[in-house]
Nanobody, 124 residues
Framework: QLQLVESGGGLVQPGGSLRLSCAAS????????IGWFRQAPGKEREGISC????????NYADSVKGRFTISRDNAKNTVYLQMNSLKPEDTAVYYC?????????????????WGQGTQVTVSS
């Protein structure tokens, strides 16, 4: 069964950091571009970052650019999202998703497989 599992969420103070992980089971991530998305209560799902199959291309939403970094370790079948300088407006459920094909896009409709999400809460 193809599955993505996010981990690493939690409660953090403003200005703090978290690293989210997206681990795959039942398939290898080598052949997939990976995106990170988030959804806050009452808001639409937002594509915040993506990384190409090779890892050579990344893309970030303006809302997280300069604070978040996406990376992948294909040997561990895992993609990461390092989140620094967190703000209360970053509070949301964070999802990773995989799409066949190599190139990176933050459009949710392009993704084939989704994880269940991990909650990130930024609050003092």
């Amino acid at each position: 069964q193809l599955q993505l599992v996010e981990s690493g969420g939690g409660l953090v103070q403003p200005g703090g950091s978290l690293r989210l992980s997206c681990a795959a089971s039942g398939f290898t991530l080598d052949y997939y571009a990976i995106g990170w998305f988030r959804q806050a209560p009452g808001k639409e799902r937002e594509g915040i970052s993506c990384i190409s199959r090779s890892g050579g291309s990344t893309n970030y939403a303006d809302s997280v650019k300069g604070r978040f970094t996406i990376s992948r370790d294909n040997a561990k079948n895992t993609v990461y999202l390092q989140m620094n300088s967190l703000k209360p407006e970053d509070t949301a459920v964070y999802y990773c998703a995989a799409r066949g094909g190599g190139w990176c896009t933050r459009g949710a409709m392009s993704y084939d497989y989704w994880g269940q999400g991990t909650q990130v809460t930024v609050s003092s």
